[in-house]
């Protein structure tokens, strides 16, 4: 009776092992992406002339997030820097905090979050078959998801804030906004690049 019983534990010991991973490596994915917002504001900005918005690495990473991790796992790494910025945190770009959230800035790293869900969600499965083509469809489905999520829904709130914030036409706004676009529309080629390459090596395994 106490073989059986120790059998028993054994198993049930091997089957939590697994279930234990499984909620534990998403919860890594999510510290993971939001360290890498937190390093690519602490990187360092590009002040832009016309605009209080500075260039950062932070798009890149949000892209990066959506294009390889599921939309809650995505979405969660971006809430949780957004959360440790509005408790006080130094993560945002300049070492800002708090302010940041309440300033002309604020709708571009608000933006984030739908933004990176969007993208998550549009990006589909990524079994394209195989090939030249099956890359090639991987690639464009990648990109256009990022374009519309990471560069559109957040240009869309970033532009809308900022011109409330700053009492500018939302057309000034986007018209002095026009480099970070073509910057972010480089990013999304990049970022679609490694992520498609990040699922081939990992259909690979």
Not at 2 to 14: F, K, L, M, P
Request: aromatic share 6%; net charge positive; proline share 5%.
């Amino acid at each position: 009776m106490s073989v059986n019983h120790h059998q028993s534990s054994s198993i049930t010991a091997g089957a939590a092992a697994p279930a234990a991973l499984r909620v534990l490596a998403p919860a890594g994915r999510v510290a993971l992406f939001a360290a890498l917002l937190w390093g690519a504001a602490a990187a360092g900005e590009i002040p832009v002339p016309g605009t209080p918005v500075p260039i950062t690495l932070q798009t890149f990473v949000v892209m990066l997030a959506a294009l390889t991790l599921n939309w809650r796992e995505a979405g969660a790494s971006v809430a949780v820097y957004l959360a440790a910025g509005a408790a006080g945190l130094p993560v945002f770009a300049g070492g800002a905090s708090t302010a940041a959230l309440l300033g002309p800035s604020a709708g571009f790293l608000i933006g984030f979050l739908p933004g990176v869900v969007a993208t998550a969600l549009l990006k589909g499965d990524s079994a394209t078959g195989a090939g030249a083509a099956g890359m090639a469809l991987r690639l464009a489905r990648l990109f256009g998801a990022a374009l519309v999520g990471c560069v559109g829904v957040v240009y869309a709130f970033g532009f809308v804030i900022q011109s409330a914030f700053t009492g500018a036409p939302l057309a000034a706004v986007a018209l002095a906004s026009m480099g970070f676009v073509a910057g972010d529309v480089i990013k999304a080629v990049v970022a679609s690049l490694v992520a498609a390459g990040v699922a081939k090596l990992g259909a690979r395994r």
